[in-house]
C-alpha cells in the first residue's frame, strides 16, 4: 500500500514537473544510480553494480537526447561531447572495475546538475515575479 502511493506521487510530479525540473530529475536519478553503483563495488556486489550503472548510463542517453543541438548551438555540442565522454568513463567503470572513472562521472555530472539547477531557479524567480 505504501509503495502504491510513493509511486502514484512520483508519476504526479514527473507528470506536472517543468521541462527544466524534469532534467534536473534525471540528473538525480543518475547521481543516486552513481552512489548505488559505488555502494555496490565497494560491497563487491558486482551484479548490482553492473545494473546501477547501466541504469545511469541509460539517463545519460536521454539527457544527450533532450538535447536541441539545432537551437542549443555550440552549448549543447559542448554538452553533447560532455555526455559522450561520460557515457565512456562510465564503460570503463563497469567493466574494468573502475572506481575512479565512476567517481569521475559523478563528479561532472553533479556539476552539471547543480549548474543548470541553478539556471532553472533563476529562470523560475525571474517568471515568478513578472
Known sequence: MYQQHVSH?????????????????????????LNAAEHAYEAEDYERKAQ???????IVMELMNALNLEQGGVI???????YVYVLQRLLDADTNKNLRALRETREILSELR???ASIVNRN???????
Open 9 to 33: 506521487y512520483k508519476r504526479q510530479e514527473i507528470q506536472t514537473a517543468s521541462p527544466g525540473k524534469l532534467i534536473i530529475m534525471l540528473y538525480d536519478g543518475a547521481l543516486r544510480n
Open 52 to 58: 546501477a550503472l547501466s541504469k545511469a548510463q541509460d
Open 76 to 82: 549543447a555540442k559542448n554538452l553533447e561531447s560532455l
Open 114 to 116: 547543480d549548474a543548470y
Open 124 to 130: 523560475e524567480t525571474v517568471n515568478a515575479s513578472r
